[in-house]
């Protein structure tokens, strides 16, 4: 069995990074590391705060949904403070991240489902949730959250059998939580900085896109739009080609891949 403890020592120690990762709270149990996370922000929390979860008894997905995070899943949250102009990109680099980590500590290939999800075998492995407060071109804080299957036994939870997956499962054994955390951490800050300098965040996340030259439907508050989705915007829209012709673009959504 792979570690079940993690502490901040253990994250923080020899971690490399230069602000991301170096002041880590955590808690064994916790209901949500965004609630904690945005309590921290507003009270000034240094620039890459990480708040972690042993385990996620209430946290939230997007669109008001529950995320699962029992124990031997990883549930974080990284407070920074970027500029209006990279907001839009956090989703972009948070999905990388977690796609290179993956690879990284397990040879595992994943890809990303617009806008949010990162799938293993079609399967969802992991999903990412922004929340951020921003007063007119100045943002407070912006909040990265992510949870990612580990050494999730799918057993355990039918409801999400035929749509979820773990690292674990795919695999066929454990995987070192604490290993993934530490990638995680330093490649959210490489790609963070990238993007800070103009790096391609962008091109690449439009390129690692599994949704892109599919059949698509797509739930946006209560709309429901079907058709080929056709590329991304700048700012993480999607473009979804109808079956009479019209483009429409999507700014956020739930889309699901058709055959």
Known sequence: MVENNLSPASITSNLGTN????????????????????????????????????????????????WLSPKGSIALSIILYPSVVNLPSLIMLASLAVVHSIEAVTGLRSQIKWPNDILINGRKVCGILIESSVRGNTVDYAIIG????VNLRLS????????????????????????????????VERLYLALQA?????????????????????????????????????DGSLLLRHS????????????TLRA
């Not at 992510?146 to 299957?149: A, F, P």
């Not at 965040?201 to 429901?224: F, P």
């Open 244 to 255: 009479n012709g019209k483009l429409s673009q999507i700014v956020a959504g739930d889309a």
């Open 19 to 66: 602000f991301i990762g170096q002041r880590v709270i955590y808690y064994p149990s916790l209901t949500s590391t965004m609630e904690v996370a945005k309590q921290e922000a507003q009270l000034g929390a240094v620039d890459g705060t990480v708040v972690i979860a042993g385990e996620q008894t209430a946290g939230r997905g997007r669109i008001k949904r529950v």
């Open 156 to 187: 355990d939870f039918p409801e999400i059998l035929s749509t979820a997956t773990s690292l674990s499962a795919e695999l066929g054994r454990d995987v070192s939580r604490l290993r993934v955390i530490r990638q995680l951490l330093a490649e």
């Open 146 to 149: 992510i949870g990612v299957n």
């Open 198 to 234: 103009g790096g391609p965040i962008y091109e690449e996340w439009r390129d690692s896109l599994v949704t892109l030259g599919r059949r698509v439907q797509v739930k946006s508050g209560t709309t429901v739009y079907e058709g080929i989705a056709e590329s991304v915007t700048r």
